[in-house]
């Protein structure tokens, strides 16, 4: 049975504010937005036995939602989705808007004042009148869901090249597509948190493409990989793409667009094993990859039929300069060890992983960068010479026990080959160490 809040009409009676005074008329089929959540007007009207007008709507996420638009046995509309229905009061909802509104709200934008522009541009505000130098155009969070005819945007803001409509109410493909492609400069485009429809291919191919692109931000619009796979065939040139906190668990390796890619963002997402990463070597040109927040437990690189056991070097990610893989679940100093097999890594951030539970932040600092031969910045600071040298030495003194245990030493030179690395240039240390037998300390 559907329930309302039971002292929402009583709170609103002992504030003085009645539905009639704050209520604006809404029609069905309208664009709504409560709160963070966005859906469709299907109802406008009385709900029996409960006083006043209700806004029946079906929600874009069906998770808002708490039937399907029945209560008390009585159908006041059918939901397209299961339990993707709620009411909610006139007063708590924001309509959407198209972006023309949007555009006014945000830099006072007036269709009269432009008109006569050349007549009277001595009284106008710079706001009103830089439209066609404007290259950034920010219009986030202003709750739009309509473009209006394509090509009308463009006429008032020839030259943008950046263009935020983050935070919208945008759910087609179409209406972003025939716009955009309007923009002959448009570089880089943010559509997060809107509720972008999955595209389908048949749709996609018929939709104009946006070739000028270059990078795209689809934050939390609930993808999974098939479907960024699908709509970046409206945007193959892209080489930066960002796709944080969304549904990505598996990898399916590109075959044609995103294969140009040089930065990928997928941050906050749930891949959980390390070969769905390795999906993405067919990107050749990846040189920055974020993986914070995901669920990998350990990184592991394949061998090539024709390498060695204790190889230290991998043919994959050759590019790869940048990889933030914090706040994951690894849990071994066997995957530290592997990512020195990465040819081009110079920066890190690992942080905030299980693996460093039982050390201090500046053991464990220690402990990476004498394992990872290469890096000069890790956790975002710079790694000098100095600190190397002191590092690598301590890490060779606190295992020297184990190097020089009878029986395990070829075991242990196989899971850290860069410790037999440093052990080979450091040769008079280390017996130095034994014959004093200082190791015992450490």
């Not at 109410?169 to 002959?184: D, N, P, Q, R, Y």
Request: some cysteine; glycine content about 4%; overall charge negative.
């Amino acid at each position: 049975m559907f329930q309302f809040l039971i002292d929402e009409d009583q709170v609103e009676k002992n504030s003085g504010i009645s539905h009639s005074e704050t209520n604006e008329i809404f029609s069905v089929g309208e664009k709504i937005k409560c709160d963070k959540h966005s859906g469709v007007v299907k109802y406008v009207g009385n709900v029996n036995p409960h006083s006043g007008i209700w806004l029946g709507v079906e929600w874009d996420d069906p998770v808002r939602g708490k039937h399907n638009g029945s209560v008390d046995g009585v159908e006041y509309f059918q939901s397209t989705q299961n339990n993707a229905a709620s009411f909610v009061r006139p007063h708590k909802v924001k309509r959407a808007k198209d972006v023309f509104t949007a555009l006014r709200e945000r830099y006072g934008y007036d269709p009269e004042v432009m008109s006569r522009l050349k007549l009277m541009s001595e009284t106008i505000t710079p706001r009103q009148v830089c439209f066609e130098d404007l290259s950034i155009l920010d219009l986030n969070g202003k709750e739009i869901s309509e473009f209006g005819e394509p090509g009308e945007l463009v006429k008032i803001c020839p030259n943008v090249e950046f263009l935020n409509l983050s935070d919208n109410l945008i759910t087609s493909w179409k209406a972003v597509t025939e716009t955009c492609a309007m923009f002959k400069m448009l570089k880089s485009l943010d559509l997060s948190r809107n509720p972008l429809l999955p595209p389908d291919y048949e749709t996609v191919k018929s939709l104009p493409t946006l070739n000028k692109l270059e990078h795209i931000v689809l934050g939390n619009v609930k993808y999974g990989w098939s479907n960024v796979l699908t709509a970046s065939i409206l945007w193959h040139h892209v080489t930066n793409l960002q796709i944080p906190f969304n549904l990505v668990d598996r990898i399916f390796p590109p075959t044609k667009s995103l294969l140009n890619l040089n930065k990928l963002d997928l941050e906050g997402n749930r891949i959980s094993v390390w070969d769905e990463v390795i999906k993405l070597n067919v990107c050749q040109g990846l040189e920055y990859l974020n993986l914070c927040g995901n669920k990998l437990n350990n990184v592991r690189f394949p061998l090539n039929p024709n390498e060695e056991k204790n190889c230290q070097s991998t043919q994959l990610f050759t590019n790869l300069k940048q990889l933030n893989i914090s706040q994951n679940l690894i849990d071994d100093w066997i995957s530290i060890t592997e990512l020195n097999k990465l040819q081009s890594l110079d920066s890190l951030r690992i942080e905030l992983n299980p693996v460093f539970e039982n050390d201090t932040r500046e053991t464990n600092r220690q402990m990476i960068i004498a394992r990872i031969g290469k890096l000069n910045k890790l956790e975002g600071v710079d790694v000098n010479r100095q600190e190397r040298r002191d590092a690598e030495i301590d890490y060779l003194k606190k295992f020297s026990a184990k190097w020089h245990t009878e029986g395990t030493e070829l075991r242990f030179a196989i899971e850290n080959p860069r410790y037999a690395e440093l052990a080979i240039s450091n040769i008079t240390l280390l017996l130095k160490i034994k014959e004093l037998k200082l190791y015992s300390s450490f």
